[in-house]
Structures are given as C-alpha cells and as structure tokens.
T-cell receptor, first 115, second 110 residues
Framework: EAGVTQFPSHSVIEKGQTVTLRCDPI?????LYWYRRVMGKEIKFLLHFVKESKQDESGMPNNRFLAERTGGTYSTLKVQPAELEDSGVYFCASSQEGRGIDTQYFGPGTRLTVL | EDQVTQSPEALRLQEGESSSLNCSYTVSGLRGLFWYRQDPGKGPEFLFTLYSAGEEKEKERLKATLTKKESFLHITAPKPEDSATYLC???????????FGTGTSLTVIP
C-alpha cells in the first residue's frame, strides 16, 4: 500500500512569490493534517481536514496560508505571498478514523526555502 | 498548555551499549503518546502508540514505556542502523493534533 506522498520534495522561491504544496494521503484515510518544522524547532500543527472540511485550522500562522482539499482526496497548501520566515519543512500526515486514538502516518515532507 | 520535552538532544552510543531516551509531557488529558523515528530527509516513521500509564510496547531492540508524566524509549544493544532522530508526540483529549518534542538525535558508532 502506498504511503503519504508529497510534491515537490524541495522548492526554492523568492520572497513575495507564491508556492503550492501538494499532499496525497493514504487511500481511504479521511483525516489529513499539515504540519511544519522550522529549523531548530519542533514539528508544529497547522491544520486538520476531515474529508473536504476543515476541522481545525488553529495552527495556521496567518492569512497568507490557504489549504484546500477538494473532493476529500489530495490537499494543497498555498503560501501567497511567501515571506522569509515561511522557510521550513512542511509535512503532511493522514489517519483513518480521527476518533479515539488514531495513528497519523507522515509523508516525506516538502522543504521550502524562501530567499 | 500542552507541551513535550525530549532529552537528551543528542546521544552517541557504541554499538551494543544500551540506553534510554526520555519524553516528558504536560497535556490536559492524554489520549495517546506516539514514538516516531526520522531519518535525514525523510518523514517521521511510526514506531509505537502508548495509551495509558504502565503500558509497554516492544519492537526488535526498542521498548517504549509510559508513566503519567513521561515516556522512555529503551534501546537494547543498538546497531548502527538504529542511528536516527527519535520523536515523541502526544495527542490530547481536546483535539486531534499532535504536539511534538524536538527529538533526540541518536548516533550508534560501530
């Protein structure tokens, strides 16, 4: 069974540009999460989808970040316009149930560098 | 505020030298504690889930234990291939998000 996949693996953009990250969860997983790790810090939660609905977006840093999950399958995370402090590794995770204790499986991440 | 602290930040072991990694947590109500392994350039790889104090889980040379305030990941007779960053995360009763520690970077020297 394929795991969580993310695209691209790396992205280097100029400050002020727009970048879109994509995540394909494990097939059949209704729950999809975005996390971010800034250098030297811990992995931090951004938001949680249940199917196509945003369940919790309390971790989104500001309105320059827009996440979508059309049709409840893959998700995109757009950063517009990108700032220097947005650099980091963006991880996507998915889980099956979302109720009770539910293991989240992570993708390989997208390393974003904003110059 | 939910919080996870891991120690030590880095650990160097000789092959075969057993040791333990610590994960201390503060959470409003623990739903689960998770251990992950992360290799350079890759995403976290799931190892264990612990649900309640007193619980233990084992996998090959790794054993995870849980108390009401902390979890330990015991590594018995480690091999070089065990070198990685080990991450601890907790999930509280108030939501589905994970709270991560900063990890312990383990290096096992042949």
């Amino acid at each position: 069974e394929a795991g969580v996949t993310q695209f691209p693996s790396h992205s280097v953009i100029e400050k002020g540009q727009t970048v879109t990250l994509r995540c394909d969860p494990i097939s059949g997983h209704d729950n999809l999460y975005w996390y971010r790790r800034v250098m030297g810090k811990e992995i931090k939660f951004l938001l949680h989808f249940v199917k196509e609905s945003k369940q919790d977006e309390s971790g989104m840093p500001n309105n320059r970040f827009l996440a979508e999950r059309t049709g409840g399958t893959y998700s995109t995370l757009k950063v517009q316009p990108a700032e220097l402090e947005d650099s980091g590794v963006y991880f996507c995770a998915s889980s099956q149930e979302g109720r009770g204790i539910d293991t989240q499986y992570f993708g390989p991440g997208t390393r974003l560098t904003v110059l | 505020e939910d919080q996870v602290t891991q120690s030590p930040e880095a650990l160097r072991l000789q092959e075969g030298e057993s040791s333990s990694l610590n994960c201390s947590y503060t959470v409003s109500g623990l739903r689960g504690l998770f251990w992950y392994r992360q290799d350079p350039g890759k995403g976290p790889e799931f190892l264990f889930t612990l649900y309640s104090a007193g619980e233990e889980k084992e996998k090959e040379r790794l054993k995870a234990t849980l108390t009401k305030k902390e979890s330990f990941l015991h590594i018995t007779a480690p091999k070089p291939e065990d070198s990685a960053t080990y991450l601890c995360a907790v999930q509280s009763n108030t939501g589905n998000q994970f709270y991560f520690g900063t990890g312990t970077s383990l290096t096992v020297i042949p």
